[in-house]
């Protein structure tokens, strides 16, 4: 992983050194996005928008609710790495009272107990490091990232509970399911595109990843919408 992260910031170095345009790839990400809209058109939003008429509300909260838990573990430990030790403690308890009392996670009484949910990855980690961002790249079915982001994924991956989660099938099962509850989830952001879809996701992606890295302090222009 140290070797791994060296070698990420000497590209990142070079790259930042060799591109004054942070989208030096828009030709291939194009042609990368085309092909992600139509997967999502012909496979991925037809069964969410399925399971989103079939689904109850207070199923999705309870799903919602699943999925969130199992991501507080990275957010705690990425808080630690970011030098925030109490909101890393904040995660910690959250984790703890939402698989207890929470039934495995699908009640949040965390929330009601004043425990503030956070949204932290390894891509805000290494931000908060000094690593620069990279340019923009559009990855096949994954959607918009970063050359930074795009590492940090992997160590993401790493922080997941789910991935240790056997038998196998049955993890990529939860898995399948994840996704679908996340694209309905966003059923209705689709209204809200407008112009030029390639610049709208990358404009969008990246302020909302300035957003992120910065805690909040910026406005973010996208909060309603996704």
Known sequence: MIRGLC???AFQLFSVSCFANEDPYEGVNRKIQNFNDFADAKLIRPI????DKVMPNPGKRLVSNFFGNLVEVGN?????LQGKPKQAGNDVSRVLINTTIGIGGLFDPATRMGL???????GQTLAVWGVPRGPYIVLPFLGPTTVRDVFSRS???RLDPLRYYYPVNHRN????????????????ADS?????????????????REFQEKDGEIEDPFDDEF
């Open 155 to 157: 160590v993401d991956s």
């Open 173 to 188: 099962s939860l898995f399948g399911f994840s996704v679908l509850h996340t694209r309905s989830q966003l059923l209705a």
């Open 7 to 9: 070698l990420l910031i």
């Open 48 to 51: 969410a928008v399925g399971y």
């Open 116 to 122: 503030r949910a956070s949204d932290e990855d390894f």
């Open 76 to 80: 705690g430990l990425n808080n630690l």
């Open 192 to 208: 809200v595109v407008f112009g030029d879809r390639y610049i709208f996701f990358r404009d969008a992606y990246l302020q909302r």
